[in-house]
Protein backbone atom coordinates (compact mmCIF):
# COMPACT_ATOMS: atom_id res chain seq x y z
CA UNK A 1 0.00 0.00 0.00
CA UNK A 2 2.56 2.37 0.67
CA UNK A 3 4.54 1.74 -2.18
CA UNK A 4 1.13 2.19 -4.42
CA UNK A 5 0.71 5.78 -2.49
CA UNK A 6 4.43 6.44 -3.22
CA UNK A 7 4.00 5.24 -7.25
CA UNK A 8 0.56 7.33 -7.23
CA UNK A 9 2.27 10.89 -5.95
CA UNK A 10 5.37 10.63 -7.86
CA UNK A 11 2.99 10.15 -10.73
CA UNK A 12 1.25 13.20 -9.85
CA UNK A 13 4.17 15.37 -9.74
CA UNK A 14 5.91 14.50 -12.62
CA UNK A 15 2.87 14.81 -14.84
CA UNK A 16 1.97 18.34 -13.04
CA UNK A 17 5.60 19.51 -13.91
CA UNK A 18 5.20 18.08 -17.61
CA UNK A 19 1.81 20.35 -17.50
CA UNK A 20 3.53 23.32 -16.19
CA UNK A 21 6.06 23.31 -18.10
CA UNK A 22 4.09 22.97 -21.66
CA UNK A 23 1.98 25.64 -20.68
CA UNK A 24 4.48 28.08 -19.29
CA UNK A 25 3.80 31.02 -21.48
CA UNK A 26 7.34 33.38 -21.68
CA UNK A 27 8.09 36.59 -23.06
CA UNK A 28 10.67 35.12 -25.13
CA UNK A 29 8.99 31.73 -26.32
CA UNK A 30 5.43 34.04 -27.57
CA UNK A 31 5.16 36.11 -30.36
CA UNK A 32 2.05 37.43 -29.09
CA UNK A 33 3.46 38.53 -26.25
CA UNK A 34 6.64 40.10 -27.41
CA UNK A 35 3.96 42.42 -29.61
CA UNK A 36 1.97 43.23 -27.05
CA UNK A 37 5.11 44.37 -25.12
CA UNK A 38 6.49 46.37 -27.78
CA UNK A 39 3.75 48.30 -28.49
CA UNK A 40 3.22 49.26 -24.93
CA UNK A 41 6.81 50.67 -24.55
CA UNK A 42 6.30 52.50 -27.76
CA UNK A 43 3.87 54.45 -26.71
CA UNK A 44 5.26 54.92 -23.12
CA UNK A 45 8.42 57.07 -22.35
CA UNK A 46 9.81 57.46 -19.11
CA UNK A 47 12.16 60.37 -18.56
CA UNK A 48 14.59 62.05 -16.48
CA UNK A 49 16.73 65.14 -16.62
CA UNK A 50 19.52 67.10 -14.26
CA UNK A 51 20.11 70.71 -15.10
CA UNK A 52 21.23 74.09 -14.14
CA UNK A 53 18.90 77.02 -13.82
CA UNK A 54 18.85 80.51 -13.22
CA UNK A 55 15.61 81.94 -11.44
CA UNK A 56 14.41 85.50 -11.24
CA UNK A 57 12.22 86.06 -8.05
CA UNK A 58 10.36 89.37 -8.37
CA UNK A 59 9.57 89.64 -5.15
CA UNK A 60 13.11 89.76 -3.77
CA UNK A 61 14.50 91.53 -6.96
CA UNK A 62 17.45 89.18 -7.33
CA UNK A 63 18.54 86.15 -9.61
CA UNK A 64 19.42 82.75 -8.34
CA UNK A 65 21.22 80.03 -9.81
CA UNK A 66 21.08 76.57 -8.98
CA UNK A 67 20.90 73.01 -9.94
CA UNK A 68 17.86 71.27 -11.37
CA UNK A 69 15.50 67.98 -11.38
CA UNK A 70 12.85 66.66 -13.60
CA UNK A 71 11.14 63.46 -13.77
CA UNK A 72 8.05 62.15 -15.80
CA UNK A 73 6.30 60.05 -18.04
CA UNK A 74 5.27 60.32 -21.31
CA UNK A 75 2.07 58.42 -22.45
CA UNK A 76 1.53 58.92 -26.10
CA UNK A 77 -1.89 60.11 -27.27
CA UNK A 78 -2.07 61.18 -31.23
CA UNK A 79 0.43 60.46 -34.32
CA UNK A 80 -0.08 61.86 -37.41
CA UNK A 81 1.95 59.08 -39.63
CA UNK A 82 5.81 58.52 -38.41
CA UNK A 83 6.29 62.41 -38.10
CA UNK A 84 4.42 64.15 -35.48
CA UNK A 85 3.71 62.47 -32.68
CA UNK A 86 2.04 63.82 -29.66
CA UNK A 87 2.65 62.94 -25.93
CA UNK A 88 0.88 63.79 -22.47
CA UNK A 89 1.92 63.23 -18.83
CA UNK A 90 2.74 63.77 -15.06
CA UNK A 91 5.69 65.90 -14.29
CA UNK A 92 7.87 66.60 -11.34
CA UNK A 93 11.09 68.90 -10.77
CA UNK A 94 13.01 70.12 -8.22
CA UNK A 95 15.10 73.06 -7.73
CA UNK A 96 17.52 74.42 -5.20
CA UNK A 97 19.57 77.56 -5.04
CA UNK A 98 21.06 80.22 -2.18
CA UNK A 99 21.93 83.37 -1.68
CA UNK A 100 23.25 86.02 0.48
CA UNK A 101 20.75 89.34 -0.14
CA UNK A 102 21.30 92.66 1.77
CA UNK A 103 18.88 93.23 4.55
CA UNK A 104 17.42 95.97 2.90
CA UNK A 105 15.42 93.69 0.31
CA UNK A 106 13.15 93.04 3.34
CA UNK A 107 10.64 95.48 4.61
CA UNK A 108 10.78 97.37 7.62
CA UNK A 109 14.84 96.70 7.37
CA UNK A 110 17.51 98.81 7.04
CA UNK A 111 21.06 98.30 4.68
CA UNK A 112 24.04 96.48 5.67
CA UNK A 113 23.36 92.93 7.07
CA UNK A 114 23.50 89.90 4.75
CA UNK A 115 20.65 87.62 5.07
CA UNK A 116 21.38 84.13 3.38
CA UNK A 117 18.31 82.88 1.47
CA UNK A 118 18.34 79.59 0.69
CA UNK A 119 15.31 78.51 -1.92
CA UNK A 120 13.61 75.09 -2.68
CA UNK A 121 11.46 74.72 -5.45
CA UNK A 122 9.20 71.48 -5.77
CA UNK A 123 6.62 71.17 -8.65
CA UNK A 124 3.96 68.92 -9.70
CA UNK A 125 2.10 69.29 -12.90
CA UNK A 126 1.22 67.77 -16.42
CA UNK A 127 2.80 68.26 -19.95
CA UNK A 128 2.09 67.86 -23.83
CA UNK A 129 5.18 67.63 -26.14
CA UNK A 130 4.86 67.44 -29.45
CA UNK A 131 7.89 65.13 -31.10
CA UNK A 132 8.88 65.79 -34.93
CA UNK A 133 10.41 62.25 -35.48
CA UNK A 134 13.39 62.94 -38.31
CA UNK A 135 14.19 59.41 -39.21
CA UNK A 136 17.73 60.54 -41.39
CA UNK A 137 18.79 62.64 -38.50
CA UNK A 138 20.60 61.28 -35.93
CA UNK A 139 17.82 63.52 -33.78
CA UNK A 140 14.38 64.10 -32.87
CA UNK A 141 13.30 67.51 -32.09
CA UNK A 142 10.52 68.32 -29.30
CA UNK A 143 8.71 71.78 -27.82
CA UNK A 144 6.16 70.75 -24.44
CA UNK A 145 3.92 72.66 -22.87
CA UNK A 146 3.77 72.23 -18.65
CA UNK A 147 1.17 73.78 -16.27
CA UNK A 148 1.17 72.73 -12.64
CA UNK A 149 0.90 73.42 -9.12
CA UNK A 150 4.20 75.34 -7.74
CA UNK A 151 5.35 75.44 -3.96
CA UNK A 152 8.57 77.47 -2.72
CA UNK A 153 10.44 76.91 0.65
CA UNK A 154 12.63 79.67 1.79
CA UNK A 155 15.30 79.49 4.41
CA UNK A 156 16.62 82.61 6.12
CA UNK A 157 19.23 82.46 8.67
CA UNK A 158 17.72 85.53 10.59
CA UNK A 159 14.38 87.63 11.03
CA UNK A 160 11.02 87.16 11.69
CA UNK A 161 9.71 84.13 9.61
CA UNK A 162 13.00 82.58 8.71
CA UNK A 163 10.97 79.57 7.12
CA UNK A 164 8.27 80.22 5.02
CA UNK A 165 5.93 78.00 2.23
CA UNK A 166 4.50 79.80 -0.80
CA UNK A 167 2.25 78.18 -2.96
CA UNK A 168 0.81 79.07 -6.48
CA UNK A 169 1.14 77.86 -9.83
CA UNK A 170 3.33 77.73 -13.13
CA UNK A 171 3.26 77.30 -16.45
CA UNK A 172 6.35 76.31 -18.89
CA UNK A 173 7.70 76.18 -22.43
CA UNK A 174 10.74 73.51 -23.16
CA UNK A 175 12.13 72.70 -26.02
CA UNK A 176 15.04 70.62 -27.64
CA UNK A 177 16.34 67.92 -29.18
CA UNK A 178 16.11 64.30 -28.55
CA UNK A 179 18.71 61.51 -29.54
CA UNK A 180 17.78 58.29 -31.24
CA UNK A 181 19.66 56.53 -28.27
CA UNK A 182 17.58 58.30 -25.88
CA UNK A 183 19.73 61.06 -24.44
CA UNK A 184 17.82 64.83 -24.58
CA UNK A 185 19.21 68.31 -24.48
CA UNK A 186 16.29 70.65 -23.84
CA UNK A 187 16.14 74.76 -22.89
CA UNK A 188 13.24 75.47 -20.09
CA UNK A 189 11.59 78.63 -19.48
CA UNK A 190 9.00 78.69 -16.02
CA UNK A 191 7.02 81.65 -15.28
CA UNK A 192 5.58 80.94 -11.43
CA UNK A 193 2.95 82.86 -9.68
CA UNK A 194 2.63 83.52 -5.82
CA UNK A 195 6.26 82.37 -5.10
CA UNK A 196 6.65 85.18 -3.18
CA UNK A 197 8.85 85.89 0.18
CA UNK A 198 6.84 87.47 3.24
CA UNK A 199 7.49 91.04 4.14
CA UNK A 200 9.61 91.94 0.99
CA UNK A 201 8.89 95.23 -1.08
CA UNK A 202 8.29 93.52 -4.46
CA UNK A 203 5.52 91.23 -6.57
CA UNK A 204 5.19 87.64 -6.13
CA UNK A 205 6.06 86.07 -9.32
CA UNK A 206 9.38 83.98 -10.84
CA UNK A 207 10.52 83.77 -14.10
CA UNK A 208 13.23 80.76 -14.48
CA UNK A 209 15.77 79.93 -17.61
CA UNK A 210 16.54 75.90 -17.34
CA UNK A 211 19.51 74.52 -19.48
CA UNK A 212 18.77 70.34 -18.96
CA UNK A 213 20.79 67.40 -19.90
CA UNK A 214 18.43 63.83 -19.61
CA UNK A 215 17.74 60.54 -20.79
CA UNK A 216 14.39 59.27 -22.32
CA UNK A 217 13.73 55.28 -22.71
Do not use: C
Not at 20 to 27: D, K, M, R, V, Y
Not at 32 to 43: D, G, K
Not at 71 to 76: A, E, I, Q, S, W
Not at 189 to 198: C, D, F, N, Q, S
Request: aromatic share 12%; glycine share 12%.
Amino acid sequence: MRKLLLTLSLATLVAGGAYAQGNNTTLESSPELQNTFAQYRSNINFNFALGYGFTKFGNIDHSFTGPVAKLGVDFRVASLGTTHQFYFGPEVAFAYSSKSLDSSKFKGQEAGTNVDTKVTQYTVGVKGTYLISTPDLLVNHYISLGLGMNNVHYSLNTGEGTTQNSHGMYASLEGGVKFKFGLTLGLEYRHAWKTGLKDTAFDDSSNALNLLVGYSF
